[in-house]
DNA sequence: CCGATTTGGTAAATCGTATTACCATTCTTT
DNA sequence: AAAGAATGGTAATACGATTTACCAAATCGG
């Protein structure tokens, strides 16, 4: 900046100004453009750390997910780093598995106080060693789906709504006895799915008994394993509503180990949904959340002013709805 | 720092030589301890943005990929935030679509030479804006599997023998007619891919006329399409070699729709492998290609100070292997 | 006891930008 | 023509580290 100031004749303190649209900087037209022309020719471009060291302030964002390679996670991956793009500011991504131990960067940054806010999605040794150090700093932090008692804000899913109309479908193809095939127990995404499910059940004068509800996760093998403790428990159903659309997929799997036919034998409906849903056999219906929309809206309560502490919104825009595929039917009895 | 200084007795010099392991430093054990017990006290953390500014090394990596929400991208994503992680570094995580367009924060960064790094997967207007802004500041760059003329690393897979070893499965379960469902054409990859079908063909006397050759790319949809494109082109094939495997889960979904059954009137092996393609019907027969390791090592190579101009390294570890599954059976004929 | 060496530090100059608090001029107005 | 306002800027400081060059006091060898 010195170079374009002296290459200009004026003060860095033009240059600066005029860079950063200070309105109260009057400037005749004819330095302006000369400064302008300057900042081309010599490529000049602002160095970035000793912005964020002057205005305490790094258009840094970092979200730390479970797993990348999860498409329920992905697509909040993808939607944290949209609205981070629009905001104008860069998303720094840490996985859980190499963040939980020994010392490295990005919980340096975060410990630092270097970023500008922090989004964290599920529960696990890294999310709250992140929260620790963020706490410390007051960090701007917005929780995904698990609320903790620090002050930070929580965006949660319509996620009883969503086993709702999940178990609705199922109760309207005729399917009275119904499985919910859970995620990790404890969580409060995972206890709301389930009370959907249950209250549905519980508006229509059925039962839904805990011999019905198996706690398992949210990939592959904790769905297939999972689904096979479930219809040892209860071989009566007819129906099963999973929890997360990966887990399913995992289940459809132990379903076929078991020679039971999907939806022949038993429907299957998930939450969540993502491409290969439609490509695995038989494809699977689901019910849709908004999940990059989740992952926009943290970045974007951090980007607002609004106060964080104990901020709680659900992302209902747009509705959870129903993606009819082939592992529904109506029942046969 | 200077409260630290301070409330110890000493000079910030002290205090930033212990801390940054300055060797030369001679300080008694005593005010040694004294620095740490008082850094512990005050819960001091250095101030990132001005070492950034002093050191002008930032500890940042860039990786911009084409999308997420592809399993095959995500791995690379996973493999190079591990190796972030394990060289102290923290991740920037850009989409492709979010930057095409417009200013943004990351292609910024890029610009102002903030970034140790930088990572680009896939061609395109996201990959050339970065590319400039990254030539011009010299910000070392590797490119992932696709070339380009500026002075980057490119770090590529074993393509032309993983498209090989699966062209050898389908002639050794007697297919002696296959078809190629590629990639994008044009791409350095794609090409070489074809190339290890070609000449296993050739290798054993067969032929591989341009009739069973069909570009589409690397999604669902374009495998879906591209493949009926294939049949039509060339119904007498009964294996193909799909070159990316997410093209070949929608591959297996536009024989379906074909009523071409799979693996029984033909057989796919498809390139690359994630852990979904085990739960589609029919499990995917894949080769698996070291995609994870290419993430690290493209991080490795940036983190090193080998010269990265026209430095080009293939991954071949661990070697591209079969990884058997139900979509490829015997010729029937 | 004197000069040399070691011990245990310090002072000060960056790094590159943002911003507050002030000017000199020149232009209006009466 | 003198007072007041507008124009077009500038000087200086702070942000928080790192690092080079230097130095006083203590120790040591002879």
Redesign the interface.
Known sequence: MKEVAKAAGVSTAVVSRLLSGDKTLRVSAATRERILRIVEAL?Y??????Q??RL?R???I?LIVH???N?VY??I??GA??A???R????????A???ETG????I??I????IDGLVLQGAGAATDRALAKAV??RVRTVMLQVETEADSALISLPDQEAAAIATDHLLALGHERTGCLATAPGLRFSQARVAGWRSEMARHGLEAPDSRLVWAGSD?ALGRGGVKRLIDQAPEITGIVACNAVAA??A??GLEDLEIDVPGEVSVIALHD???A????PALTTVRMPLAEMGAAAVNLICGDADLAKHHVTIDRPAPRIILRRSTARASG
Request: hydrophobic content about 50%.
């Open positions: 490529d471009t602002p160095n970035v750390a000793a964020s060291l305490a790094s258009r840094l970092a797993n990348v390679s498409p992905a697509e991956v993808s780093e949209a981070a793009t629009a104008d500011s860069a998303l720094l991504l840490g996985e598995a190499s963040l010392s490295n960067r990005l340096d940054l410990g630092a106080g270097a410390r700093k592959l997929i995992g459809l799997a993502f491409p290969l439609d490509y695995v056999t």
